[in-house]
């Protein structure tokens, strides 16, 4: 199982951006996906998750600003962030929860994509 992100950049205060984030493998079903960032010497904290009904969930630091999405047909979750602030710079990864072909369900994160808010 791969999880492709896409997405990140620089862009100034205020900006928007969107991740995506791709599944490919031999998957058998998603579960939770979720949206994580870190930052240097800090631990990794989760801005955003969905549930495969569809319900999300948002960090207070987020809410309002950030949406999350998922495409089941294409295995891909998005996160559309506006409004962003210098304080959202961070490395931002996703996480699948997801069963595979021979195996029970386990979490699996993507490579990281790095967002960068300039004042």
């Known amino acids: 199982v791969q999880l492709l992100e896409s997405g990140g950049g620089l862009v100034q205060a205020g900006g928007s951006l969107r991740l995506s984030c791709a599944a490919s493998?031999?998957?058998?079903?998603?579960?939770?996906l979720g949206w994580y960032r870190q930052t240097p010497g800090k631990q990794r904290d989760l801005v955003a998750s969905?549930?495969?009904?569809?319900?999300?969930y948002y960090a207070d630091s987020v809410k309002g600003r950030f949406t999350i999405s998922r495409d089941n047909a294409k295995n891909t979750v998005y996160l559309q962030m506006n409004s962003l602030k210098p304080e959202d710079t961070a490395v931002y990864y996703c996480?699948?929860?997801?069963?595979?072909?021979?195996?029970?369900?386990?979490?699996?994160w993507g490579q990281g994509t790095q967002v960068t808010v300039s004042s």
């Open positions: 996480n699948a929860n997801l069963r595979r072909m021979g195996s029970d369900t386990s979490d699996y």
């Open positions: 493998g031999s998957i058998i079903s998603i579960y939770d």
């Open positions: 969905i549930t495969s009904s569809g319900s999300a």
